[in-house]
């Protein structure tokens, strides 16, 4: 296995320094979109022998194609354009959330090859059923991916709750009721797949992450994050998290557990959290309470709406037929979740802050609380105000960026890119 090279300890060798660079090249080809071996090699300071037996190696691997020309009017034999290669490995992101499941395939130029979501209540099977039905997921997603020529890369899975990252251990999701679970362990074993001869003997990686935390990142690599500056991203499910993305990078913490934005308290007399706390953020803005305020059965909720909608079609829905209660939960889920920003922005003096999840379709409804309450409790905004944006992606950012994450290590590390058959020298 590929996989093994990355847990080379000790000196950086010469093989070190080529993964380096293989990964230096790539990067430069993604900034640029498209990129000749003349320019990679003044972008990158290598000499353009190295740059080219690297070139090489990344065509060989399946990761980067050539065709058309240099078009920059330089001197000398015109160069051929290479950018990366869209049709040669997939990223496999899930996501396992309270109320529903969710995959999604991308490929290396960001294009959506597979999607699925599922909504179940998660809360009611017991979490062996619950994983085998992600597993199951999993397994067709790879199955998908390989339909369409595609190796599978690796696969990132979102959780709703804290992850220690080296382990892949789930610690605890509150809102599901799990704790101390080696997620990622589990499901690269019941993803498992019995290896087709001549084909892959490639597993893919599995790793798991925090569900905000992708969702951050699927703003950055996905979709419009790169145009935010330092940005938070808040997303809203029955759970409310978030991620935090300074200098082009996620604030991770020193335990990488930062961002439990639902479980700050905001009424020491309210209603009791499955986190052990009272009146934490998401027991009141939460797609759980807002349904509860709004007077929406929660059983109905999912068979009202539109499903692109998600957990919070049903709000929706009555918010468009102007059910009065409905936009009182929301006026109110606005204004808390504004002064909660407040907070933030106190603390962290962010450029942008982005409503997701659910946040993002009720935003014709909470967004003019939202700013008040903002205004009202953050010092700075009265003197420099955050940007407020709404995430095109809305829910679907944490698996998005789940799905990108997997690809993204391949870039960091070309080592990682799945063979067919063969090595990579
Ligand atoms: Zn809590």
Request: glycine share 14%; charged share 20%; with cysteine.
């Amino acid at each position: 296995m590929i996989d093994k090279s990355r847990r080379v300890t000790g000196p950086a060798g010469p093989r070190d320094t080529r993964r380096h660079n293989l990964s230096l090249v790539l990067r430069e080809v993604v900034a640029a979109e498209a990129s000749s071996r003349a320019n990679l090699a003044e972008a990158t300071g290598l000499t353009k022998a190295t740059v080219s037996s690297l070139v090489s190696e990344l065509i060989e691997a399946g990761l980067l194609v050539e065709g058309g020309q240099d078009t920059a009017g330089r001197i000398g034999r015109p160069g051929l354009m290479l950018s990366l290669n869209g049709d040669s490995v997939a990223g496999i992101g899930l996501e396992i959330n309270v109320d529903y499941l969710a995959v999604c395939v991308l490929d290396l130029l960001g294009r959506v090859r597979h999607r699925r979501v599922v909504r179940t209540d998660n809360r009611l099977s017991p979490p062996d059923e619950v994983i085998n039905a992600v597993a199951r997921l999993g397994r067709q997603a790879i199955g998908k991916a390989e339909q369409q020529g595609m190796l599978p890369g690796g696969v990132t899975v979102a959780v709703p709750g804290l992850v220690e990252l080296g382990e892949g251990t789930l610690l605890t999701a509150p809102n599901l009721g799990w704790r101390r679970m080696p997620l990622a362990a589990i499901l690269a074993e019941r993803m498992r797949r019995p290896a087709p001869k001549a084909r892959i003997e490639h597993q893919p990686r599995v790793r798991i992450e925090n569900e905000a935390n992708l969702g951050a990142l699927g703003e950055l690599w996905e979709g419009r994050g790169r145009a935010w500056g330092d940005f938070c991203h808040i997303s809203g499910e029955i759970g409310v998290g978030l991620g935090i993305v300074m200098g082009g990078a996620l604030l991770r913490g020193s335990g990488g557990l930062a961002g439990e934005f639902g479980h700050i308290q905001v009424d020491r007399d309210g209603p009791r959290c499955p986190c052990g706390s009272l009146g934490c953020l998401e027991r009141l803005v939460g797609q759980e309470a807002l349904l509860a305020t709004a007077g929406i059965d929660a059983e109905l909720a999912t068979s009202i709406g539109d499903p692109k909608d998600g957990g919070a079609a049903a709000l929706v829905a009555r918010a468009r037929a102007g059910d009065g209660r409905t936009l009182a939960a929301l006026a109110e889920a606005g204004d808390v979740l504004g002064a909660a920003c407040g907070t933030l922005v106190n603390l962290l003096n962010p450029a942008t802050i982005v409503l997701g999840g659910i946040f993002a379709p009720l935003a014709p409804w909470i967004l003019e609380p939202f700013r008040d309450g903002l205004r009202r409790c953050s010092l700075a905004t009265r003197w420099q105000a955050p940007r407020v944006e709404v995430s095109e992606l809305g829910p679907e950012a944490a698996v998005r960026g789940a799905a990108s994450s997997a690809l993204r290590d391949i870039l960091a590390d070309p080592y990682l890119m799945p063979r067919g058959s063969k090595e990579v020298s």
